[in-house]
């Protein structure tokens, strides 16, 4: 595995990701989608990953591990951060614009599959190579929800499959973050799985 390639795929990752963010937030807002907003900062946490996985490319494992750690707390973090938007949102939240949730969810979702996809040789190395594959993944699976939800908004002029799918990310979000944190936490007691590669040999 070649760290140049790596390198490249990460620095396309991180601007079509901060881009997105920034389309997907105002697009949430204006609309009124809890699922839209929880999906830009989702957007916004990648980004952050991805610059972070670009400073310790080349370091020790002991490094990436670390780093991984923290992503993995940051990741799950955003899924309580989204489950306690989704319970405020129950409480005050309104209907929001079906058609701009599934368009801007149909931009995410072919954003983050190209973003997948690049990275999807790289889903077996470390913990911190897993854990910008896992949210690559959530986050394909997230826009495809985003967008079933717009469908059953528009039929039924409610908010209740908005913030179903809301829900729904922050679980993938969960679920990410424990095995990142598991898989990190073993790195950095020296158990790694035999069928890592160390990118800094290849340096």
């Known amino acids: 595995m070649h760290n140049g390639r790596y390198r490249r795929v990460l620095w396309i990752a991180l601007g079509v990701n901060a881009s997105m963010f920034l389309v997907e937030i105002m697009a949430g807002l204006a609309a009124q989608s809890v699922s839209l907003q929880a999906d830009a900062l989702d957007f916004l946490g990648d ?8 400073f310790v490319l080349g370091m020790t494992l002991r490094w990436r591990s670390a780093a991984a750690l923290l992503k993995g707390i940051t990741m799950g973090l955003f899924g309580i951060w989204v489950v306690a938007n989704t319970i ?17 969810g149909m931009l995410a979702l072919v954003a983050n599959v190209v973003v997948a996809w690049l990275l999807y040789a790289f889903r077996d190395g470390d913990s911190n190579m897993r854990s910008v594959w896992l949210c ?9 929800a985003v967008m079933l939800a717009a469908i059953g908004v528009f039929g039924t002029g409610t908010a209740w499959h908005d913030l179903a799918v809301a829900s729904v990310m922050a679980v993938l979000a969960l679920i990410a973050s424990w095995q990142v944190i598991m898989q990190a936490t073993l790195e950095l007691r020296g158990s790694v799985p035999k069928n890592i590669e160390d990118p800094a040999l290849h340096r």
């Open 88 to 104: 405020g949102n129950v409480i005050l939240g309104s209907a929001p614009d079906a058609f701009t949730m599934g368009g801007i």
């Open 47 to 54: 980004t952050a990953n991805y610059g972070v996985s670009l």
């Open 136 to 144: 690559s993944r959530n986050d394909a699976i997230g826009n495809v």
